[in-house]
């Protein structure tokens, strides 16, 4: 079956860094373009960052250029995001979705999602 499963969530203090992880199962990473997108309450959906399968070309939000890193393992079928920094704006639902080859920053081309995983930044 098709599956994407968002870990390394957590609380962290104000500063601090977590690793999160979008694991596939049921089939490759490969050809997929990997957005992560977060949501916190009373707030819009926002793109945070995006990989190709193409060319490896990454996007990243202004609010986490230079704190946040998204990358690749193809042999764990599984993408990353680094987060460094970490903001109290950051507190959010972080979630993982696919589209075929390319970013096309819109959710709509998005085919697949994952169930999200909370990241509470604390002062």
């Known amino acids: 079956q098709v599956q994407l499963v968002e870990s390394g969530g957590g609380l962290v203090q104000r500063g601090g860094s977590l690793r999160l992880s979008c694991a596939a199962s049921?089939?490759?990473?490969?050809?997929?373009?990997v957005g992560w997108f977060r949501q916190a309450p009373g707030k819009e959906r926002e793109e945070v960052s995006c990989?190709?399968?193409?060319?490896?070309?990454?996007y990243y939000a202004d609010s986490v250029k230079g704190r946040f890193t998204t990358s690749r393992d193809n042999a764990k079928n599984t993408v990353y995001l680094q987060m460094n920094s970490l903001k109290l704006e950051d507190t959010a639902v972080y979630y993982c979705a696919v589209e075929r080859l390319t970013c096309s920053h819109s959710f709509y081309e998005y085919d697949y999602w994952g169930q999200g995983t909370q990241v509470t930044v604390s002062s």
């Open positions: 990989i190709s399968s193409t060319d490896g070309s990454t």
């Open positions: 049921g089939f490759s990473l490969d050809n997929y373009a």
